[in-house]
T-cell receptor, first 112, second 113 residues
Framework: EDQVTQSPEALRLQEGESSSLNCSYT??????LFWYRQDPGKGPEFLFT???AGEEKEKERLKATLTKKESFLHITAPKPEDSATYLC?????????????FGRGTSLIVHP | NAGVTQTPKFQVLKTGQSMTLQCAQD?????MSWYRQDPGMGLRLIHY???????DQGEVPNGYNVSRSTTEDFPLRLLSAAPSQTSVYFC????????????FGDGTRLSIL
């Protein structure tokens, strides 16, 4: 069974204090790992897709990395507007499954 | 480009009532899905569809019904609303290949009294 675990559940940072969010996964063959950002009262918004170990993607203050067992979302010098819940999802290659597995998310609050 | 549109945004029902949550996408995506999101539970898949005329159950299908008569629309029906179905419901779509991300609507906030 595919599993995705995100840690920590919640993270409070001061503005400018860099940190990382973790997404550990167990799947039988990875087709893709997705990071989303969700603001209160909104649907998840796509950030990155990672396909293979060693791959990295960057967007403004965010950088996503991937190994064979986990992905990290690094936040460099965060600002209050980076406050949101960050979701990780994995799509397995096994058996023609069309269903991605989501983690429960990390709630990030950045204080000014 | 509107993306994924969900209506209504808010709804209050009484126990036993039925209703349909609407979802429409204008990206010609083959795959569509419905999730519910509850505090501490994350996103849980209710039903999904890989194309018009094809639907399947997700993790929590009981009490919900879906149909997919067109590529664009994927309505979710609550047959007889129960307080346990109070939640935020999200519809999502993506192209047919599994290595593409999903696009989400902004949700329907449903309360069952």
């Amino acid at each position: 069974e595919d599993q995705v675990t995100q840690s920590p559940e919640a993270l409070r940072l001061q503005e400018g204090e860099s940190s990382s969010l973790n997404c550990s996964y167990t799947v039988s063959g990875l087709r893709g790992l997705f990071w989303y950002r969700q603001d209160p009262g909104k649907g998840p918004e796509f950030l990155f897709t990672l396909y293979s170990a060693g791959e990295e993607k960057e967007k403004e203050r965010l950088k996503a990395t991937l190994t064979k067992k986990e992905s990290f979302l690094h936040i460099t010098a965060p600002k209050p507007e980076d406050s949101a819940t960050y979701l990780c999802a994995v799509q397995a290659a096994s058996g023609g499954s069309y269903i991605p597995t989501f983690g429960r998310g990390t709630s990030l609050i950045v204080h000014p | 480009n509107a993306g994924v549109t969900q209506t209504p945004k808010f709804q209050v029902l009484k126990t036993g009532q039925s209703m349909t949550l609407q979802c429409a996408q204008d990206m010609n995506h083959e795959y569509m899905s419905w999730y519910r999101q509850d505090p501490g539970m994350g996103l849980r898949l209710i039903h999904y569809s890989v194309g018009a005329g094809i639907t399947d159950q997700g993790e929590v299908p009981n009490g919900y019904n879906v149909s997919r008569s067109t590529t664009e629309d994927f309505p979710l029906r609550l047959l007889s609303a129960a307080p346990s179905q109070t939640s935020v419901y999200f519809c999502a779509s993506r192209p047919g290949t599994e290595d593409q991300p999903q696009h989400f609507g902004d949700g329907t906030r449903l309360s069952i009294l």
